[in-house]
């Protein structure tokens, strides 16, 4: 499976103002499309802190997302992070300019000198359209990895990853599917389910996945593999090894 | 201020089926004790992610904590991930595995061996009391930092925050709490707010720092100082350049 990993950028990701929402969203997104998230990384509005968390990104992945920090502001410094991670400058771009200033004029106001910071982009970048915003998104290879930067403003971050983002995705990578099946057991802890389930868990067929979540009163196993047969198979095994807990086997 | 990095361990993290919400409650937590939470990585229940990101959350902050993957089951791997971060092996304490039985005696029940695994702990670590559930917690330094390893069942991972974090944290680090100030903005865009911010902004005092957040219709401005007068003064002269769309300045 193709691994992304995300960059989410703001103080308010990490000082308790704001619940990310992005990652959950994203990883979901990305599962459907058959790819995984593997790593998802917040820092502060801090330009180092920004690029290294790109380069150890990209370190790791087959892709990588950055969400936040496009915006006018001083403390928005994604667009020199992904330059400094790519060893760029920064360029103004003439096109990103009048896109700006076009959709300013469509609310008759005059374009803030300060919102021309926004059509800043990495030497090398393209652009990606924003169509619920105005601050531009940002596509560049690092390192032959593909970086896509999306704003942070959660209806901006999701229209731009579904317009611009998932068809590239697509064209790039041919995600395998998982299909994963979940074991639903009540009354017995999570110690004594995984006790059941070890040897057969021990000479599970390469491929096939186990993964635990336990909450108040229930444990649900997850058993994934890429062949949905291979998965339902070994859901309705562990579930005759857990015995009379179980009560339910669904798909996810 | 004492910088803190986290890492919250967990497939369910990254392919869309929790929210996490620990790191928008740690970091209030850690910000009321005059820390910065300064950096959250997520990485899937996998060994080398573990561990990779512990030692790149040691590279970056004063303290380390770790939340989730403390569990009795094949993929709750981080006593492994921060062993092996911290180049040692895993054993079991004596002590644990009489606790751990004596957890389970309390509730008529025989404990399951697969339980026992929450008794390995590096060597060289301490453990935490978890006072909500079975699996202990784990402290250690690792290259001089302290790093402490919490359960991610979100009210395990809160008291043992609170009981067994906390007082740690305080005794080693003085926390300097930062105060806020909130200028709030109507009607204006966030290039507008900044242009008008724009030479204040270069000619602050060092130890003041200014971040905004816009949300439909509205952009909050928020100025921070160790010093209370220091911040509040610099919301009054940040509301008087902005101007008439200023509404409220509220402490934070």
Do not use: C
């Not at 995984?36 to 917040?42: F, M, N, P, R, T």
């Not at 999306?150 to 995600?175: I, Q, Y």
């Not at 017995?188 to 336990?214: C, I, K, Q």
């Not at 009163?217 to 047969?229: H, L």
Request: aromatic fraction near 4%; charge should be negative; charged fraction near 20%.
């Amino acid at each position: 499976m193709n691994r992304i990993a995300l960059v989410t950028v703001g103080d308010e990701l990490l000082n308790g103002a704001v619940v990310d929402t992005s990652t959950a969203w994203l990883g979901d997104q990305l599962a459907l499309e058959g790819y995984a998230l593997v790593i998802s990384i917040s820092v502060q509005d801090e330009l180092s802190a920004i690029s290294d968390a790109i380069l150890s990104a990209i370190a790791r992945a087959d892709a990588v997302i950055v969400s936040g920090g496009l915006g006018p502001t001083s403390d928005d410094l994604t667009r020199l992070g992904v330059a400094r991670a790519a060893r760029v400058e920064v360029a103004q771009r003439k096109e990103l300019v009048e896109l700006i200033t076009a959709r300013y004029a469509l609310r008759n106001m005059q374009v803030p000198s300060q919102a021309l910071v926004m059509a800043d982009l990495p030497i090398g970048a393209s652009a990606l359209i924003n169509n619920s915003g105005s601050a531009p998104g940002i596509f560049m290879e690092i390192e032959s990895v593909p970086l896509f930067a999306l704003p942070g403003v959660p209806h901006e971050m999701r229209d731009m990853f579904v317009s611009e983002v998932l068809p590239k995705l697509r064209k790039r990578f041919s995600g395998v599917r998982q299909h994963t099946f979940i074991v639903r057991v009540a009354l017995l802890g999570e110690s004594a389910v995984s006790e059941s389930l070890r040897d057969w868990e021990s000479n599970l067929p390469s491929g096939v996945s186990v993964a635990y979540l336990a909450s108040l009163g229930d444990v649900e196993v997850k058993i994934s593999s890429e062949s949905a047969r291979q998965a339902e198979e070994g859901s309705t095994l562990a579930a005759d090894l857990i015995g009379d807990s179980v009560y339910a086997i669904d798909e996810a």
